[in-house]
């Protein structure tokens, strides 16, 4: 499975941003998205379960990301409200082989190349 992700950019605080991963092929297993910022470890942002009926998220990022899928288009969405300096970072959308919703980076057997968030106070 190939993941390409897309939709990253330069926004304001209290901004929004769509980010999009299309998946190469039709995959009825858990998918998420990761961030990492300069000099930190990749961290866990949200997980969508296979059928979309069942989502997690990071508390810091709870109430203002909402991560939703397609499975008849294969895409996965990640759409990001209130943006804050601290979302700047490369976002990564990841697919796994099971079921889910998964929280950990371990559970995810695919990734994407990443898009750069950047959010300017």
Sequence with gaps: VQLQASGGG???????????????????YAKAWFRQAPGKDR??????????????Y???VKG????????AKSTVTLQM?????????????ASGTGRGPFLVSSQ??????GTQVTVSS
Excluded at 43 to 56: L, M
């Design 58 to 60: 990071a508390d810091s």
């Design 10 to 28: 330069l926004v304001q605080a209290g901004g929004s941003l769509r980010l999009s991963c299309a998946a190469s092929e039709r995959a009825y």
């Design 81 to 93: 409200n209130s943006l804050k300096p601290e979302d700047t970072a490369v976002y990564y959308c």
């Design 43 to 56: 961290e866990f942002v949200a997980a969508i379960n296979w059928n979309g009926k069942s989502t997690n």
């Design 64 to 71: 203002r990301f909402t991560i939703t899928r397609d499975n």
């Design 108 to 113: 995810y057997e695919y990734w994407g190349q």
